[in-house]
């Protein structure tokens, strides 16, 4: 599986971004699929997750500002910025692994990571 990340660019706080993650090959090995992020000097942080089934998962810090989805006819996980602020700044990263519904969540071990697009707001 390959996951290719795109969009990610400047914005200016309070802007918007959308980031997509084409995913390649296997798709049963991206049934639930996640972003997560690494700001200047900061550990990597978990943004979002998605399962098969489509229900969502958020970190406190994105909720109600960012959304995920993901369009299985185009084999494509989103994720939705708005109202964008300056700690949002950092590396992008979509994540996939093969999971139930169950076990889906954002804090989980993820077998598949794409390459980063850089968001930065300022």
């Known amino acids: 599986v390959q996951l290719v990340e795109s969009g990610g660019g400047s914005a200016q706080p309070g802007g918007s971004l959308r980031l997509s993650c084409a995913v390649f090959?296997?798709?049963?090995?991206?049934?639930?699929m996640a972003w997560f992020r690494q700001g200047p000097g900061k550990d990597r942080e978990g943004v979002a997750a998605i399962d098969s089934r489509g229900t969502t998962f958020y970190a406190d810090s994105v909720k109600g500002r960012f959304t995920i989805s993901k369009d299985n006819a185009k084999n494509t996980l989103y994720l939705q910025m708005n109202s964008l602020k300056p700690e949002d700044t950092g590396l992008y990263y979509c994540?996939?692994?093969?999971?139930?519904?169950?076990?889906?969540?954002?804090?989980?071990?993820?077998?598949?990571w794409g390459q980063g697009t850089q968001v930065t707001v300022s």
């Open positions: 090959g296997d798709t049963r090995s991206a049934r639930c």
């Open positions: 994540a996939a692994v093969s999971a139930r519904p169950g076990s889906c969540k954002i804090q989980r071990q993820y077998d598949y």
